[in-house]
């Protein structure tokens, strides 16, 4: 303990290293470091992730919450949701939409099906209403409070599709001080960014909230392909989003009214055909981001609109709080894209490139008419005494209908296939969790969830580019399930606590009905989890330091798998007997000095199927190297395979300095995001295993007050190093692949005022 005491840089390195493995008591640290004591202290983060207002570090579930500057920073540049991919414990994101369609992974556990009714096993909760189509997930982040990820199943509070954990927004809400902000960024490719809202009181018992937002980047892909060449073809969007919130705060009952829309004009992502160098996972030596070679590129279009609204009633009452959630969303959305990312058609006897391009691929899928009802109804006790409950219902209903096209190239993209798909879910659950204090130290929590869920489908196929005739599937599954979990808290002393969990539920039955290419409809039945967890919370340093350790180890049986492509452009779902889970997660705040402040954050996953009777199949394998074994029907056997998009590494580290300057504050932030090698598909191959990719980002400005207002520029860039790769594709026909975002640079001004 002498040696600790050299320096303060030495005693954190320790202390994060001990806390990690060892869990133990960081009382002695801290008295170590009263005499060398700073005068700021880390901020106790509030979270709802159990439905109250609760102590981060006092909740028995692996929690992590993102808010204030590193949220800002992050997502400068006029990013998506994606910006969230690897800066959290154990999260990733991409996407094959681009700027919709959002697939989150926890723990390693996704889904990459691409299909617009894919569920998720990680759940999207916005204001306390659930975001179940992946459309919905997509809608722009601006004017949020806080961030919240949990970590493992939360089946028992949140309900349904939550086997893997869940992504929880909070917008800023009304309130009855007048305040607001307004922002505009420009940057790289001509992109603006701008972003305000406005709050106050309309009267002593109301008030009201405006938020806006207003991207756009102009187009800037070039499309290369002879007879096609045209400059700034795709890469470009609008994007527009809004929200209106009204607040009525009564003596015991308050109301808050929710209204919220979104309109995105742009490009699909772009698709690269033959941009993996043969034998390799690196990128083609002339591969050039603002480049593109198809014959299509000029159909390439995405279109989306969503909105939605909600109403939060409660009702304070001596000992208990009655709340209800009603809530309305609904989307639609047209993608359509040259899926081969190339033009020609090699099999047809066609000039066709770059690289050899076996055939054409011209495709789009829509959602004309989509709702989603939700009611959630629930009574929570306040009691003084050692026994705490609540307990709810909930409704789900969503009504949605999918449209699959198929265009012939060749003869500038006319119509030769068409299905259309309808579904429609009913899921209703009953929950209840109890909380009890056992003692002044520990304190434990039991929850448990009846769930029914329903879909009735039908997939009609008019139209099929392979010649097949019309064809009508209807298609029904059903499943009910009990979720339970079962946590334990345990203060060790004033600065530790150590928690304990265990938890079950499942992700209902799914349907797969693209029948452009094939001629049934694939199910997949219900996947249960159960996850066992344990972990210590603890302030360090004299509340300068926040050390947040965990370990984990869960079982997965009958697990939703998506076989995406293989030997033709179609995909199916299969179950896989079992797969398991384990690892550690690390999540650190320091404050360093009254100037510096850092953050770090690690994870290890490992996954593994373990079923030797599946297998998919492959592309021809003559131009892809395929490292599982084969079997006697050419297909890869899976046995032993981690899941796709599954790293199992994230590490997130990041540093902000601030130092008084004249009237204000100059302020330089950095952060670092490591994401390790991944699988791109089920079946393992040389071509489509992701390498790590790092990112760097650095932001800079000066701080300033005038009166009421607050003022700030600030210069940034996303992605310093130019760090571009493969971080997906699609594996039918050739190695196209989709490449990561490029660097980008802006500056950016901003106003609050109060």
Known sequence: MKAMKR??????????????????????????????????QLEVIQVTARKRVENAQEVPVAVSALQGDNLDAYSSAGMD??????????LSIESSFGRSFPRFYVRGLGNTDFDLNASQPVSLVVDEVVQENAILKGFPVFDVERVEVLRGPQGTLFGRNTPAGLVKFDTVKPSQEFDGYGSVSYGSRGAVDTSGAVGGALTDRLSARVSLLWQDKDDYIDNQAPGFEAKDEQGGYTEKAARVQFLYEGDDFTALLNYHTRDLDGSPIAFRANVIKAGTNELVDNYE??????????????????????????????????????????????????????????????????????????????????????????????????????????????????????????????????VEQQQDTTAWAVFGSVDYVVSDDLKVTAGLRYSDDDKDFVADRTLSPIGAGSKTIPENVSDSHVSWDFSANYKVNDDVNWYGRVANTFRAPSLQGRILFSEEVTTAESETVTSYETGIKSDVLDGQGRVNATVFYYTMSDQQLTAVGGDTNSS?????????????ELDTQWVL??????????????????????????????????????????????????????????????????????????????????????????????????????????????????????????????????????????????????????????????????
């Not at 670092?672 to 295993?689: D, G, Q």
């Open 7 to 40: 320096s303060t840089l030495a005693t954190l390195i320790n202390a994060t290293l001990f806390s990690a493995v060892a869990g133990t008591s960081f009382s002695s640290l801290a008295a170590e470091e009263k005499t060398a004591k700073k005068s700021n």
């Open 593 to 754: 000095s009254d100037e510096f402040n850092a953050t770090f954050n690690l994870s290890y996953n490992k996954t593994e199927i373990k079923d030797d009777s599946i297998s998919i199949p492959v592309p021809d394998r003559d131009t892809l190297n395929v490292t599982d074994p084969i079997n006697n029907s050419g297909f890869a056997v899976l046995d032993g395979n981690s899941l796709p998009h599954a790293p199992e590494w994230i590490s997130n580290f990041t540093l902000r300095y601030t130092k008084e300057l004249a009237d204000g504050n100059f302020f330089a932030s950095g952060d670092i995001s490591y994401r390790s090698k991944i699988n791109m598909f089920l079946y393992e191959s040389v071509e489509f295993e992701g390498k790590e990719l790092i990112e760097t980002g650095l932001r800079t400005g000066y701080t300033w007050s005038e009166g009421d207002y607050e003022y700030e520029v600030a210069a940034f860039v996303r992605n310093l190093f130019d760090e571009q790769q493969v971080i997906g594709a699609v594996d039918f026909n050739n190695n196209t692949g989709i490449v990561n975002e490029e660097r980008y640079v802006g500056a950016e001004f901003k106003v609050n005022f109060f």
């Open 289 to 418: 981001s603002d480049v593109v070679y198809q014959d299509a590129a000029s159909r390439s279009t995405q279109q989306v609109e969503s909105e939605g609204a909600s109403l939060k009633l409660e009702w304070e009452l001596k000992n208990h709080t009655i709340t209800s959630i009603s809530a309305w969303e609904s989307a639609e959305i047209y993608s359509r894209a040259d899926i081969d990312g190339g033009y020609g058609c090699g099999f047809c006897g066609q000039d066709n490139g770059p690289g050899f391009v076996p055939f054409e691929a011209e495709s789009a899928d829509g959602i004309p008419d989509h709702d989603q009802l939700t009611q959630e109804l629930r009574l929570s006790s306040n009691f003084d005494g050692d026994l705490n409950y609540q307990v709810g219902v909930f409704y789900f209903d969503e009504e949605l209908t999918i449209e699959n096209f198929n265009y012939n190239t060749a003869d500038n993209g006319v119509l030769n296939g068409y």
């Open 81 to 90: 949701i994606r910006f969230l991919n690897a800066k959290i414990p154990s």
């Open 572 to 584: 199916s779902l299969i179950n896989a007997d079992k797969t398991t889970g384990y690892g550690f």
